[in-house]
């Protein structure tokens, strides 16, 4: 078990205005997402990993599947393995998020 910061970890950029700091255990992995006012969206994409959120600070529009919603701070959202989703819009404030992933992903270790 340890104690740690998001400082502790690189910033990655996951897209155009949207950076990451991620840490992960054995059978989970978190990632610290910052979305930056008025960034790109995210295209949808998908992958064999369920992923779980909440949003920290700001607002979001996030789609899952067909749905696409505004999410805002304390919004939760659910992502089954494999179902396309991404982000649909953003705000001119910056918005918050972390992200659960389960089983960690491999590609975000490197």
Known sequence: MFFTQPSDFQE???????????????????????????????????HPHEQMGI???????????????????GDMFLVPPDTPHGLAFTFDQPAEILDIFSPPREEFKK
């Open 55 to 73: 949003v920290l600070e700001g607002k979001v529009g996030l789609t899952i599947g067909s749905e696409t919603r505004e999410i805002k701070k």
């Open 12 to 46: 990655r950029e996951l897209s155009p205005q949207v950076t990451t700091r991620i840490a992960w255990g054995e059978k989970l992995m978190i990632s610290h997402v910052h979305v930056r006012p008025n960034a790109p969206i995210v295209p949808l994409h998908s």
